[in-house]
């Protein structure tokens, strides 16, 4: 009796130890979390300059030249090229549920549209790389996502890197990026967003105003300013992603540790009865001691 206490005791030690983990790892989470959705507003801030710049570097170009420069499927070396690369942010780290399972399902969806030059998945974080090897979906470019939030204009910088060398040598012109956003009560919210084709029509020529003095020839600076801005839209992404993937993690966290309150819960009421158990027996003991004494 007494070993079978020891073991129950042992158990309920373990699981108080597994209980300070769980919270633990809520707690930083939950910090990650808020750190990235504190970041978001900065960064929209900055898509908004660079939107601005957008348009007015639009009012030099006739608008021909804004339909060419925004398609890069439009002439070109990528001309009749109509490859879709579709951008996957998912977990770095496991204990988030079925984060990642939900946002490779929304990118499935994203990637049936396919196109002529088929689709490339360009695939963010080690979890969801791991489940699309298991699923046998292919995948034509990955990298680890961020272990903070201030990582992510580095992680941005390395996939528009990635986009534009297959973008100028034609084998894509259509660019998505599918992820997770922060704010669900229960389950994991995914959105879609398209990057490229430019969509010109988001950024009327600006009309008012004293016209910028450029330095570079319209259609030049246009393009730099659409490879920033999808820049700026692809750190959002990022962004918006990390703080999903905690939020995520915070629930089953939350989910975990009432598994845990209630397996203690059963744990010390077995061990409270194992204990009463031995005292009945020691009482007994004692009491047929006495007897033979007598």
Known sequence: MTERLSDVEARIGTVNQLSAVIAAMRGIAAARARE???RVDGIRAY????????SQALAFLPEVERRHIADPGDGGGARGV?????IVLTAEQGFAGTFSERVLEAADAVAVEGGEGGVERFLIGDRGL???????????WSA????????APVLAGRIVDALYDRIEAGRIARVTVVHAVPGGAAAVETTARRLVPFDVARFPPATDGIPPVLTLPPADLLAR???????AELCEAVTLSFAAENEARMRAMTAAKTNVEATLGTLVARSRQLR???ITNEIVELAASSSTIA
């Open 47 to 54: 898509a908004g300059m660079i939107a601005h710049a957008v």
């Open 82 to 86: 109509r490859g879709h690369a579709v």
């Open 36 to 38: 990235a959705r504190g």
């Open 276 to 278: 009463q158990e031995e």
């Open 225 to 231: 300013l659409i490879e920033e801005y999808v820049f």
């Open 144 to 151: 680890p996502m961020v272990a903070h939030a201030a990582q």
């Open 130 to 140: 791991s489940l699309a090897e298991e699923r046998g979906s292919p995948v034509a």
